[in-house]
C-alpha cells in the first residue's frame, strides 16, 4: 500500500525525470514534487487557496509516473485528487467541464449527448468545421460515434465459440461503447474464440475517472455504486476491460475511495482483483498464437499508455503480442512509453503544453515508417489520429483489432 504521507518526501527529485509536465516546462512547480510540497503547504495553512494554485494542481496529467518511480512511497494521485475536489469546491470549474460531467453523471444522458453528436457528424459537412479545434485536436478529426452503442448491438450474453472455458464479465466504457465499436467487436471476438462466455452488464456506466480527475467525487459516487453492483458477480474468472483508464479506476481507485465512499468493501476488492486488460487476458489464458489472422501482413508501432503501465502495471504484454504476430513487423518507437499529452481532458485545457507532447511521440513514430499505430487508451488513440497529417499515411488502431 502507497503511503499517503507527504512529509515522506525526501526532494530527491526522482519524480521530475518522470513527470511530462516537468519535461516539457522544465520549471519547479510543473514537478510533482513541488505540487506535494504546495499541497503540505495548503494542508499547514501556509498557502491560501486560490486560483494560481488550482491552476498548478490542475495541470497534471495524473499519469501516475510519479508515483511509480517515488522510492517514499508516496500516492501522488490520491493527494492531487483530494487537493482538485478542494480546488473546485472553492473556485468553480470551466463550463466544459462542468458540462462533460454533468453528461457523465447519467447513462441517459451521455447516451443522448452521443446520438445528437452522431447525428450532427453525419449532416454537417467537415468544411463547416474546417477551421475548428477542440484543444489540440481539429474537430473534423474527432472518431465518427458509433450508429448504435455498441451495448445495444450486441446480447448481454453471448456464447463461446467452443467448450466454454469459463465466464468473463466486460466493462465497455463510455469510449469502446459509443465511439470504438470496432474495438468492442474485437474484443468480442477473440473472448468468444478463447472459449469465454462474455456478459456485458447492461446497467454499467462510466466508470468515474472524469469525474475524480476533475475533483467532483460526489457526481462520481452514484456511477462508481452503479458499476460496482453489476460487476461484482460471484462466478466470473475475470473482469475485461479494453481501456486501461477504466481498468485502473476499477482496480485501484474504487479500493481507495472504500473508506471515503463507505463502498462494500467485499464487492470492492472482488472487482480489483479479477480487472484485466484485454491483452494481457489474451497471454494469460490462451495460447494465443492461434487467435493471429495470419493473412494480415503490416508494419505497426506502438504507443503504451501512462494507465496500463501504471495503473494496470502491464507494460509489456500488449508488444509480446505485436513482436510474436507473424503478419505484423512491429518496430518500436523511440519513446513507446513517453505520455502522449492526452490526458482526459489535458489536451482540451492545456493545448499548447499537449502539443509538445505529442510533437514528439508523431516525430518518432513517422521514424518507424509504420502503417498502423497502435494504442490501448481511447484517449491516447483520438490524441495521437487527431495530431496525425493526411500525408503520414498512418492510422491509430487498438491492438486487438489487429489480431
Ligand atoms: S520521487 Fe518521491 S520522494 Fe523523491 S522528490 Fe518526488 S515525491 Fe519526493
Ligand atoms: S501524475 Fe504525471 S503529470 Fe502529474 S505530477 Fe505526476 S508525473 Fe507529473
Known amino acids: 500500500m502507497k503511503s499517503t504521507v507527504l512529509q515522506n518526501c525526501n526532494k530527491c527529485g526522482l519524480c521530475l525525470s518522470v513527470c511530462p509536465t516537468y519535461k516539457v516546462l522544465n520549471q519547479e512547480h510543473a514537478s510533482p514534487r513541488a505540487r506535494l510540497q504546495l499541497i503540505n503547504f495548503y494542508k499547514d495553512k501556509k498557502v491560501l487557496s486560490s486560483i494560481g494554485l488550482k491552476e498548478i494542481i490542475s495541470k497534471c496529467l495524473m499519469c501516475g509516473s510519479c508515483a511509480a518511480i517515488c522510492p517514499s512511497g508516496i500516492n501522488h494521485y490520491s493527494q492531487f485528487m483530494e487537493m482538485r475536489t478542494k480546488m473546485r469546491h472553492d473556485h468553480g470549474e470551466k463550463v466544459a467541464i462542468k458540462s462533460l460531467i454533468f453528461l457523465l453523471a447519467k447513462e441517459y444522458r451521455i447516451r443522448l449527448a452521443a446520438g445528437f453528436a452522431e447525428f450532427s457528424q453525419r449532416i454537417i459537412p467537415d468544411n463547416f468545421i474546417e477551421k475548428y479545434n477542440l484543444g489540440n485536436i481539429p474537430v473534423k478529426k474527432f472518431p465518427k460515434l458509433n450508429k448504435k452503442p455498441l451495448r445495444k ?192 481532458t489535458f489536451f482540451y485545457e492545456y493545448p499548447e503544453i499537449s502539443k509538445q507532447m505529442v510533437a514528439t511521440k508523431l516525430k518518432n513514430a513517422r521514424s518507424t515508417g509504420a502503417e498502423v499505430w497502435l494504442t490501448d487508451c481511447p484517449v491516447c488513440r483520438i490524441n495521437l489520429s487527431g495530431n496525425l497529417k493526411e500525408k503520414d499515411n498512418m492510422i491509430v488502431k487498438h491492438p486487438v483489432e489487429m489480431l
Open 153 to 344: 448491438a450486441v446480447p448481454e450474453i453471448i456464447s463461446p465459440e467452443k467448450s466454454k472455458k469459463g465466464t468473463v464479465l466486460y466493462f465497455t466504457g463510455c469510449a469502446t461503447n459509443y465511439a470504438f465499436d470496432g474495438t468492442g467487436f474485437a474484443t468480442i471476438k477473440i473472448l468468444k474464440q478463447m472459449g469465454s462466455e462474455v456478459i456485458i452488464p447492461e446497467k454499467q456506466t462510466c466508470c468515474g475517472i472524469p469525474m475524480l480527475f476533475h475533483g467532483a467525487r460526489d457526481q462520481a459516487e452514484k456511477n462508481i455504486l452503479i458499476n460496482i453492483e453489476c460487476l461484482s458477480q460471484d462466478d466470473v474468472k475475470a473482469i475485461i476491460v479494453d481501456c486501461p483508464t477504466c481498468g485502473s479506476a476499477l482496480k485501484n481507485e474504487y479500493p481507495a475511495l472504500q473508506k471515503q465512499l463507505n463502498l462494500d468493501d467485499t464487492a470492492v476488492q472482488k472487482i480489483s482483483s479479477k480487472v484485466i486488460d484485454i491483452m494481457s487476458f489474451i497471454l494469460q489464458e490462451s495460447d494465443h498464437t492461434d487467435l493471429f489472422e495470419t493473412s494480415v501482413k503490416m508494419k505497426v508501432t506502438y504507443h503504451l499508455p501512462c494507465h496500463l503501465k501504471n495503473g494496470l502495471k502491464s507494460s509489456y504484454n500488449t508488444e509480446k503480442i505485436l513482436r510474436e504476430h507473424p503478419g505484423l513487423e512491429y518496430i518500436q518507437a523511440e519513446d513507446v512509453d513517453e505520455c502522449c499529452g492526452g490526458g482526459g
